[in-house]
């Protein structure tokens, strides 16, 4: 595989994980928007985790709390591994960072969200 091969397959999967970074200019730029989309996203997982503990009872709530911590540790080192993979120490190591845990908040919230349904019904 030429540089030029893997330089357009790093930039497709960044691209994957954060795809309106096209719209940044600078890397600063486009780190900066993947944090604040992270922060969005973080931002929407809380709502959809705190209305599904206000409907669940206390047992279920023990074991969702656990449940978070361990979720949350396993994000972080999740992002971690994947930017230093693809960028270690570079300058796209954060939007690297930041778009992974972005995008593995989004799944979580999903998780929560089916959760909810769940007890809903």
């Given at each position: 595989m030429t540089i030029n091969n893997i330089i357009a397959c790093l930039f497709i999967s960044i691209a994957t994980f954060v795809p309106s970074v096209?719209?940044?200019?600078?890397?600063?730029?486009?780190?900066?928007?993947?944090?604040?989309?992270?922060?969005a996203a973080d931002a929407e997982l809380n709502k959809v985790y705190k209305k599904?503990?206000?409907?669940?009872?206390?047992?279920?709530?023990?074991?969702?709390?656990?449940?978070?911590?361990?979720?949350?540790?396993?994000?972080?080192?999740?992002a971690e591994l994947i930017a230093d993979f693809n960028a270690r120490g570079g300058s796209m190591a954060p939007l690297i960072y930041h778009g992974e845990k972005a995008s593995l908040t989004?799944?979580?919230?999903?998780?929560?969200?089916?959760?909810?349904?769940?007890?809903?019904?």
């Open positions: 096209a719209q940044a200019q600078s890397q600063h730029e486009m780190n900066e928007q993947a944090l604040n989309e992270f922060k599904l503990v206000s409907k669940i009872d206390a047992e279920s709530k023990t074991k969702l709390l656990i449940s978070q911590k361990a979720w949350i540790k396993f994000r972080d080192a999740e989004e799944e979580r919230t999903k998780q929560l969200l089916e959760l909810l349904k769940q007890y809903a019904e």
